[in-house]
């Protein structure tokens, strides 16, 4: 092929490529553009997750007639003039390419009204080109309405995921800048149905509650942090909130960081919040934190990629300490503070019980009044569904006796019989087989018996959900909502039933019956967590993943002190159990070593 220059239309195309990766990416352009044109109130709507149309209206203010047509032309901005004023640049806007990417892709239709000008203006366009313009009745501000996106570049389209995603991904655009934007009124309509509003009313609070739902917000603490510019460092700011201990994800991405009102995507800030909560969190868990970084506009270069997602600080080091320490502080200053901090999504009051996990190692005569011994398990059923007890032969001493589980037939022995020894640390079974000793982590054993009996009742299609008596309601965050909803046929082939009770609010009807003893709220809350992070296609299907993580939450718990009748069963159970040695999470349930072993570790062999 010959050297050409390519046509105005695919440089076009292939720039819009990087500015607009899928609807969600339109709707954070175009809040952009009306944040910058000084809007109170954002109004946002999409249907079909934004494939067939996205309209976003603000009552910013408004482009003048001379000028509507040439905001659609490459390059072209009225927020910046020469590279210098990049220096200082206060917009979220500067490249002049999001309005000229979004009509190259899609079919535009565009209204807007300066506000010192009586009539407004109405342009059409079509992948690029511009089918009408003409004088409008209309009121001050700007209507931007996309259609059709992507229906010129087929192969951005097909990368494009199921629309329930696409509509979270939006709602998690829109409430992002709900809270970084508090005095500015968002509305979120999604096909037809309101999903999302704050009320502009300029509280930081008020929109992180609107956005993250209440039984979140009702765990963030405040952060509100500043170093002083000193020794050449720059002066910093952080506020926001962030999340106590207890209220943790298993992905970093609940972790929203503004910087000076543009939302940026940082991995080392990000790392910064997470290092804050050093030996608060368990390994792989992760904060929820909502922070604006002030900063001034010449310490931090914005002009890093198209999306402008990312930015450098002249003194990155200034800015990571900021925010770590004052997330710190905010976080260890409510841990000392223990007056009633709301218990995670349940609504009761509890002291923080982070830490305590470690308790009975440094205070070993602490731990009992620690560790009230709640347990879940009666003598003679360990891990059964309650509800679908059978009676049992308490009496008789042969455990072949002893049912394995809800209606299931005698299994075939994997063990040979253990007799229990004891406890050591709340957390392990001490047992004596005829090859020695066995040492069982309850809570992992446990989850693997009731794994098994779960999936045997899954199985065979048994009824395995329970109703949940009380009322329970659980409040979520938009996009939290919207995975719900994706899910609601898995949820309920494992037994959650939940109803939809107001836009972003579930009435819990149903809980898989194993779970009955539990905070149906929790359970919910953290079945929702390991959906929000499995991004990874595992070799479990979704309904294994959700069942493991329901056996995980039944499951006796380390640092439960257990009667030796209980562990007796749990052992009995164990015996039978198809894996005995590995829980549904591949870890092991106990060690065994052998009558020789053990002579060899005393010099006796
Ligand atoms: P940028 O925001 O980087 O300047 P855009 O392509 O997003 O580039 O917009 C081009 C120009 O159109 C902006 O500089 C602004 O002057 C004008 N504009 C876009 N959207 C709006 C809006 N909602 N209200 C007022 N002016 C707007
Ligand atoms: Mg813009």
């Given at each position: 092929m010959s050297i050409q220059v390519l046509p105005e239309q695919v440089v076009a195309q292939i720039a819009a490529g990087e500015v607009v990766e899928r609807p969600a990416s339109v709707v954070k352009e175009l809040i952009e553009n009306a944040l910058d044109a000084g809007a109170t109130a954002v109004s946002v709507r999409t249907d079909a997750g934004g494939r067939k149309l996205i309209r976003v209206s603000d009552d910013g203010s408004g482009i003048s007639s001379a000028e509507a047509e040439l905001a659609f032309a490459r390059h072209a901005t009225s927020k910046l003039r020469s590279v210098h004023d990049l220096e200082v640049?206060?917009?979220?806007?500067?490249?002049?390419?999001a309005l000229s990417s979004i009509a190259s892709v899609s079919h535009v239709t565009f209204t807007t009204r300066h506000h010192d000008e009586a009539v407004g203006t109405y342009l059409r366009i079509e992948g690029g080109n511009l089918l009408e313009t003409r004088p409008i009745g209309a009121p001050p501000g700007t209507t931007i309405t996309v259609e059709n996106l992507f229906f010129n570049t087929p192969a951005r389209l097909k990368f494009l995921k199921k629309e329930n995603t696409e509509k979270r991904y939006v709602a998690s655009i829109v409430t992002r800048y709900a809270m970084a934007y508090p005095q500015v009124r968002f509305i979120l309509e999604q096909d037809g149905r309101e999903v999302f509003r704050s009320n502009g009313r300029g509280q930081l609070a008020d929109a992180v509650l609107k956005a993250l739902g209440l039984d979140n917000f009702k765990q963030m603490i405040e952060v509100d942090a500043e170093d002083p510019a000193r020794d050449g460092r720059p002066a910093v700011r952080v506020y926001g909130y962030t999340s106590a201990p207890d209220l943790n994800r298993?992905?970093?991405?609940?972790?929203t960081l503004f910087v000076n009102g543009r939302w940026v995507q940082d991995s080392s800030l990000a790392y910064a919040v997470i290092q804050a909560y050093h030996t608060l969190l368990m390994n792989g868990r992760f904060p929820l934190a909502v922070l604006m970084i002030e900063i001034?506009?010449?310490?931090?270069?914005?002009?890093?990629?198209p999306t402008k997602a990312e930015v450098r600080f002249r003194d990155p080091h200034a800015v990571f300490s900021t925010v770590q320490r004052g997330v710190r502080e905010a976080v260890i200053g409510s841990a000392d503070a223990p007056q009633a901090r709301l218990g995670r999504r349940g609504g009761e009051i509890h002291s923080p019980s982070y830490g305590r996990n470690a308790a009975w190692l440094s205070a070993p005569r602490d731990y009992r009044s620690d560790f009230e011994p709640t347990l879940p398990l009666e003598m003679d059923d360990p891990g059964q569904f309650p509800g679908q007890r059978q009676s049992q032969d308490r009496d008789s001493d042969d455990p072949n006796a002893i049912p394995y589980g809800p209606g299931a037939p005698d299994r075939p022995r994997t063990l040979p019989v253990l007799r229990v020894v004891g406890q050591v640390g709340a957390m392990y079974i001490v047992a004596e087989g005829p090859s020695g000793m066995y040492l069982v982590d309850q809570h992992a054993a446990h989850e693997r018996i009731l794994y098994e009996q779960f999936m045997d009742a899954f199985e065979r299609q048994e009824k395995i959900s329970q109703h949940v008596l009380m009322g329970h309601t659980i409040d979520l965050s938009p996009d939290e909502a919207r995975l719900i909803e994706e899910k609601f046929d898995v949820l309920i082939a494992v037994g959650f039933t939940l109803e939809p009770f107001g836009p972003n609010t579930f009435m819990i009807r149903t809980v898989p019956a194993v779970l009955s003893d539990s905070d149906p709220a929790e359970a919910v809350a953290a079945i929702l967590d390991d959906l929000m992070a499995d991004n990874q296609p595992g070799q479990l299907s979704i309904e294994d993943k959700i069942i493991a993580q329901v056996c995980r939450r039944a499951a006796v718990k380390a640092g439960q002190i257990l009667s030796i009748e209980q562990m007796q069963n749990l052992i009995r159970q164990l015996e039978r159990?198809?894996?005995?040695?590995?829980?549904?999470?591949?870890?092991?349930?106990l060690l065994h070593m052998s009558g020789e072993q053990l002579a060899r570790e005393f010099g006796r062999a």
């Open positions: 640049i206060q917009t979220l806007g500067f490249r002049g390419e298993a992905d970093r991405g609940q972790i001034a506009p010449h310490e931090v270069d914005v002009n890093v990629h159990a198809r894996n005995p040695h590995t829980c549904p999470h591949g870890r092991p349930t």
